[in-house]
């Protein structure tokens, strides 16, 4: 049974996405970072406004002596956006603090890849 009870373990959390291309014209957000945080949601939205003035995505390079661009949005539902530019790449930044309430990790199967009768896998 799933409860909507918060439990003690909830952490505060920074969620990075990132928009990625796929391929020609298209795109999608990835989330690339979750990072924890210390203390309450002020101290999250915080870390989250320093990740929006200063967060780098790996797709953009900084070469020697060269200042990325940068525009940062607040948002009406209090994230951020970044817009980061380099020499030859555009990368939109959305950054989010949440609240981690559940983790379930992953257990491998016995071995047996064989879907069950009836389902496709794709």
Same mark, same amino acid.
């Given at each position: 049974?799933?409860?909507?009870?918060?439990?003690? !373990?909830?952490?505060?959390?920074?969620?990075?996405?990132?928009?990625?291309?796929? #391929?020609?014209? #298209? $795109?999608?957000?990835?989330?690339? @970072?979750?990072?924890?945080?210390? #203390?309450?949601?002020?101290?999250?939205?915080?870390?989250?406004?320093?990740?929006?003035?200063?967060?780098?995505?790996? =797709?953009? %390079?900084? %070469? $020697? #002596?060269?200042? =990325?661009?940068? @525009? =940062?949005? @607040?948002? !009406?539902?209090? !994230?951020?956006?970044?817009?980061?530019?380099?020499? $030859?790449? %555009?990368?939109?930044?959305?950054?989010?603090?949440?609240?981690?309430? $559940?983790?379930?990790?992953?257990?491998?199967?016995?071995?047996?890849?064989?879907?069950?009768?009836?389902?496709?896998?794709?």
């Amino acid at each position: 049974m799933i409860s909507d009870a918060m439990p003690e !373990s909830a952490k505060r959390v920074v969620l990075v996405e990132e928009e990625i291309s796929i #391929g020609v014209g #298209g $795109h999608r957000w990835q989330l690339t @970072r979750t990072i924890p945080v210390e #203390g309450d949601e002020v101290a999250a939205d915080e870390r989250a406004r320093e990740l929006a003035m200063e967060y780098l995505p790996q =797709v953009v %390079r900084q %070469r $020697h #002596g060269e200042t =990325v661009g940068r @525009r =940062v949005f @607040r948002t !009406s539902d209090g !994230s951020w956006l970044a817009e980061v530019t380099g020499s $030859h790449e %555009r990368v939109l930044v959305r950054i989010t603090t949440a609240e981690q309430v $559940h983790i379930q990790e992953h257990v491998p199967s016995d071995g047996d890849d064989t879907p069950p009768k009836g389902h496709f896998f794709r």
